[in-house]
């Protein structure tokens, strides 16, 4: 069964810029989330989709948004880049809302410039 | 504020040794408590966990242990091997995960 895929794997972006990242889950699997990791913070929770609705969201700025298709692949956007939102976004995949176990895609590495 | 407290941040091991990563948390909601394993380029994946009302749990050469008076728990690694190199990160879940943040371990041959 194949993983859960993110595209693109590498972007270069510039200050006030908006980008949007893509993510594909594990077949079957209904609910997606999405992190943010930097070396100085980890992994910070941005959000989670089940049923192409948000239902969870960490403590990030309205700039960072998302949304969830029916076929259970998710998006992220976030506008007006800033340079401190350079990080690896990494999405994570489960078979359930609320399922303890999350599989993680390879991310998405994000520089903004 | 750090909902998951990860030391060390660094650790540099013999083939063989036991590196032993800690992790410290506050909030008693918590009811799920994983490790992850992330290899450069790689995301995270999902190596043991464990549940507040077990102390101890192993798998393979793996082994979490859980102190629910002390709000602590740990990674123990039996005889490691340098493939075993990677960071490491410890999680706990109430309606989100929060991860600690990693341990780079290095096993030298």
């Known amino acids: 069964k194949a993983g859960v895929t993110q595209t693109p794997r590498y972007l270069i972006k510039t200050r006030g810029q908006q980008v949007t990242l893509s993510c594909s889950p594990i077949?079957?699997?209904?609910?997606v989330s999405w992190y943010q990791q930097t070396p100085g913070q980890g992994l910070q929770f941005l959000f989670e989709y089940f049923s192409e609705t948000q239902r969870n969201k960490g403590n990030f700025p309205g700039r960072f948004s998302g949304r969830q298709f029916s076929n259970s692949r998710s998006e992220m956007n976030v506008s007006t880049l800033e340079l401190g939102d350079s990080a690896l976004y990494l999405c994570a995949s489960s078979l359930i809302l609320g399922d303890y176990e999350q599989y993680f895609g390879p991310g998405t590495r994000l520089t903004v410039t | 504020q750090q909902q998951v407290k990860q030391s060390p941040q660094s650790l540099i091991v013999q083939k063989g040794g036991i590196p032993i990563i800690n992790c410290a948390y506050e909030n008693t909601a918590f009811d799920y408590f994983p490790w992850y394993q992330q290899f450069p380029g790689k995301g995270p994946a999902l190596l043991i966990a464990?549940?507040?009302?077990?102390s101890e749990k192993k798998e393979g050469r793996f082994t979490i242990s859980f102190n629910k008076s002390a709000k602590q728990f740990s990674l123990h690694i039996m005889d490691s091997q340098p493939g075993d190199s990677a960071t490491y990160f410890c999680a706990a879940r109430t309606r989100q995960f929060y991860f600690g943040t990693g341990t780079s371990l290095t096993v030298i041959p």
């Open positions: 464990i549940r507040p009302d077990v």
């Open positions: 077949s079957g699997h209904r609910s």
